[in-house]
């Protein structure tokens, strides 16, 4: 055989051999994406695999800047949404923080929740629903804004109306719902790990969208400190519901020490509003909220809303009204027909 023919063959099968072997490459690293997608549209399992149990709560110092530099890995959608890669979530989750000049425990919250989050395998987003600094604050009357307008973002199913000082510290507490509202804060640092009251229902609570809509969400007359959570407790009696809690070995929360909040005095009406909270579940609520959204900024770890409060318009609400009558009783059509009313710019 000549020498150049036996060059040529000698080619030949060396190009055979090189296209044989990015054959299989591509092969196998189709096979390989094929399997990883099927992994990835898998259901995230109920008991989610990567947790630690106990954690410690840490001060964060840094900047916001920091954060989401941090959190780019996990390639939040603006406004914060964080979904697991590894899986598909079982539920759309929103966490909805009442709030008012709080900014150092806003931060400590953006620093402490995502990565738990997201070992508990949660679809979630963190919408922070500020009340305009004029007037009381009314921290129940911004979590039914927080649940109407996260709705408007995106079909959440489930919803934890979290105080923004209140850090978990034990990632079995799942932050999750079930078909029963949830109290999640089962163990709190500040009543030495246990609770004030059996009935407190204070902090945070996890609610799917069924039950806001059973109980006409919270009340909207608690301005200043105290009672709404009281108040709570009993919506859910009237429609034969009451909170479950994880074991308090899981339902710890830290709780760090701060000094009183400006613009949220004690509220002296607290008592009179929980005594004949029954009464007023169906005026007063999701259906009589009164408020204006001054802005929204879709941060990109979070969502934050400003909402304006008028406490007069509120007041004279139907449920604000029913308020002034203690112990009045209401049936279901006489609720639709003042909504009707409501609705319609009569009260
Ligand atoms: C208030 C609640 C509060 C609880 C614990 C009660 O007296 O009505 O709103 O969460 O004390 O501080």
Redesign the pocket.
């Known amino acids: 055989m000549r020498q150049s023919t036996y060059r040529r063959i000698q080619i030949s099968g060396v190009f055979i051999i090189l296209s044989m072997s990015s054959l299989m490459i591509y092969w196998n690293s189709y096979q390989l994406t094929r399997q990883t997608t099927e992994i990835s549209i898998k259901i995230c399992p109920k008991n989610p695999p990567f947790l630690v149990g106990p954690f410690v709560f840490h001060h964060f110092n840094g900047t916001l800047e920091d954060l989401n530099n941090k959190y780019q890995k996990y390639k939040p959608e603006l406004g914060g949404k964080f979904k697991p890669l590894e899986c598909k979530p079982r539920e759309k989750v929103a966490i909805i923080i009442p709030y008012r000049e709080r900014q150092r425990h806003l931060m400590d919250f953006l620093s402490h929740m995502p990565p738990m989050l997201l070992r508990q395998q949660v679809e979630f987003t963190i919408f922070v629903i500020e009340q305009d600094p004029l007037g009381q604050f009314n921290r129940a009357l911004m979590t039914n804004v927080g649940y109407l307008e996260a709705l408007k973002q995106d079909n959440y199913s489930c919803f934890i109306f979290h105080d923004v000082d209140m850090y978990p510290i034990n990632d079995n507490n799942i932050y999750k719902c079930s078909t029963s509202p949830r109290h999640l804060a089962a163990a709190v640092e500040k009543w030495k790990f246990g609770l004030?009251y059996p009935d407190?229902y204070?902090g945070v609570v996890a609610y799917p969208k069924t039950v806001m809509e059973k109980t006409n969400g919270f009340s909207n007359l608690y301005f200043g400190w105290?009672?709404?959570?009281?108040d709570l407790g009993f919506r859910l009696a009237v429609v034969g519901l009451k909170c479950v809690r994880p074991a308090a070995v899981y339902g710890r929360y830290a709780t760090p020490v701060h000094g009183k909040d400006k613009g949220c005095p004690l509220n002296p009406d607290?008592f009179t509003l929980v005594k004949n909270a029954k009464s007023r579940i169906w005026y007063d609520g999701l259906n009589s909220v009164v408020y204006t959204v001054s802005k929204i900024e879709k941060k990109k770890i979070y969502t934050h809303m400003h909402i304006t409060v008028d406490r007069q318009k509120q007041e004279e609400s139907p449920g604000g009204s029913v308020s002034k009558t203690a112990g009045v009783s209401v049936t279901r059509q006489q609720v639709r027909f003042a909504t009707l009313l409501f609705s319609q710019g009569y009260f």
């Open positions: 004030p407190y204070g105290g009672g709404e959570d009281d607290r």
